[in-house]
């Protein structure tokens, strides 16, 4: 039933802007789909239209990411190249693509489209139908997907539409981003009192998957709300972080309401992550890593792994082809090695660069694995970050740290050795075996081992590198976090195609507005371009992308 409904608002994605889709919810949902309808059979105790809300619970969570074709349009081919994990081995549309600094209006205006055809207008579903009044803990987890899906969107373009959602059916105006920043701390509030008053209410009760109400519907916790709430708390904190440059004092309030125990907590252990799995969904990096062939590791991730000797580097990639009887592998010298794509290089027809190293389809990116959107390890460094800006009830920094390496670790399953104390081991240059042109030096020479004698501008490299590491794959994420601090330090683009909109060294910051959306509700995207403060284009900063130092 889910899979119908997913495919069907895939369908509508294709034909609506964000105006256009408005006017449906507006209108009434049934008027813009005729399966809604199928829900109404009660067979769990539930009123009709609660169980009709509960439902479509999984067709958001599934479409946070999307299936493979949406999340190579969603994600791949922009934030996860973008934050130097990955590169494509296809030389799409002659090289002329995203990769290069083309944008493709065609790709960019996926995930616009998709959050607004399939996560918002089922969240206003569930809203109409009572469910804030009726079952404020389901209300509670749609506002936690809401901010979720919807952060990834506005920091992509800037701003977009966010409070007017659902109420015009001609034109839907734009909030500035601050304004929905403000909003999302808002939205968690609720969320997070809704979740706290459930809980104390009904303890034992939601963390047993055959008692939670939530359990039938979730692809990330079992129906576990302490789980859904400490999540709830370590996504405030990352929103917070964002805000350092551009707003320090809501930055460090909304940080210490995170931080604060009495809120529920922060993910803290590898059981905490959140992952979208089950339900018949899968990883969509195991298709495009394997059948399609169209992602690759990217030379960032390669050099920091390689060169800080990192035991996570044989679980998130494989190494290079040898086998003579692969058409395009590399030479049997190369046996053994990993070998990353560095953005922008200009790639020859397959399979010239099929040979080099991908994503590891048995572990990281295997078909079953779940599609990370936040991690314990994350928060561990959101915290060291905290406490390096002397925040309370953020720890000690170094501790911060080293438990955020220690737990990436954990969650991979590997052994950390004697990697936090390495003060020695750097960044490794990059070699590119098909055209030396492409190849850099190091650019870093950040060290793993904590220095209690370091800046702290020193330290937070160390800090965002290694958060850089423990995220993957999760390419938005990692993308803001280097829009916002320049760590790690990234090679630049090799081939930009921007005609000058884009600084290659700066790198590019923000995706272009649909151009659907100039046709269909054109005044409103104007009047967000003069929001933005620049073109509307790759070059500019979203709000909280300041070009000032951290510290």
Request: hydrophobic share 40%; with cysteine; glycine share 8%.
């Amino acid at each position: 039933m889910m899979k119908t409904h997913y495919n069907l608002t895939n369908t509508m994605k294709l034909r609506l802007s964000v105006a256009g889709l408005l006017a449906c919810v507006l209108l009434a949902v049934t008027s813009c789909t005729k399966n809604f309808e199928k829900y109404n059979t009660d067979n769990t105790g539930l009123k009709p239209s609660q169980f009709s809300a509960a439902l479509i619970f999984q067709g958001i969570q599934t479409a946070l990411f999307g299936e493979e074709g949406n999340y190579q349009l969603n994600e791949n081919l922009n934030a996860d190249c973008y934050s130097g994990y990955m590169m494509s081995p296809d030389p799409f549309r002659g090289n002329i693509n995203n990769l290069t600094y083309s944008l493709v209006d065609g790709w960019n205006q996926q995930v616009f489209s998709d959050a607004y055809t399939i996560s918002m207008f089922d969240i206003n579903y569930i809203a109409s139908v009572g469910t804030k009044a009726s079952q404020p803990d389901f209300w509670a987890i749609a506002l936690i997907l809401k901010v979720e899906t919807m952060h990834r969107v506005t920091d992509k373009y800037g701003p977009v539409a966010y409070s007017a959602v659902g109420k015009s059916v001609t034109a839907t105006p734009y909030d500035s981003q601050q304004s929905v920043y403000n909003q999302f701390f808002l939205e968690l509030d609720t969320a997070v009192t809704s979740l706290k008053t459930y809980i104390a209410a009904n303890p034992g009760v939601v963390q047993t998957p055959s008692t939670s109400p939530f359990y039938k519907y979730d692809l990330v916790y079992g129906g576990d709300y302490s789980k859904w709430l400490k999540f709830a708390n370590s996504l405030r904190l990352r929103l917070a972080m964002h805000l350092t440059k551009i707003d320090a004092v809501t930055a460090q309030a909304q940080a210490e309401k995170a931080l604060d125990p009495t809120n529920g907590g922060l993910m803290s252990v590898p059981s905490d992550d959140a992952g979208i799995s089950g339900g018949g969904y899968h990883n969509p990096l195991f298709v495009i890593t394997t059948s399609w062939t169209d992602i690759s590791l990217g030379a960032p991730l390669q050099t920091y792994l390689t060169g800080y000797n990192d035991p996570r580097l044989p679980v998130y990639a494989s190494p290079v082809v040898t086998d003579p009887k692969v058409a395009g592998a590399l030479p049997a010298s190369y046996t053994g090695q990993y070998i990353g794509i560095r953005i922008g290089s200009l790639i020859t027809a397959k399979p010239s660069y099929n040979s080099y190293s991908t994503l590891n389809p048995s572990t990281a990116v295997s078909s079953s694995s779940p599609m990370l959107m936040m991690t314990a390890a994350e928060v561990w460094f959101l915290k060291a970050e905290a406490a390096l800006r002397g925040w309370p009830n953020a720890g000690d920094a170094q501790t911060d740290y080293n438990t955020g390496i220690q737990t990436s670790m954990a969650q991979w399953g590997v052994s950390a050795g004697n990697y936090i104390t390495n003060a020695t081991s750097t960044q490794a240059a990059y070699t590119d075996p098909t055209n030396s042109a492409n190849s850099s030096a190091a650019l870093s020479t950040a060290t793993i081992a904590w220095n209690a004698g370091a800046t702290n501008e020193q330290n937070l490299e160390r800090i965002i590198t290694q958060k850089w590491l423990a995220m993957f794959p999760e390419g938005e994420e990692a993308w803001t976090e280097y829009r916002r601090t320049g760590y790690p330090k990234l090679f630049p683009v090799v081939t930009n195609n921007s005609n000058g909109t884009i600084d290659s060294q700066i790198q590019i910051r923000r995706l272009a507005y649909p151009q659907a959306e100039y046709t269909t509700n054109g005044a409103a995207v104007k009047a967000a371009v003069q929001l933005l403060g620049g073109p509307d284009n790759g070059g500019t900063r979203v709000w909280w992308d300041v070009a000032k130092a951290n510290f």
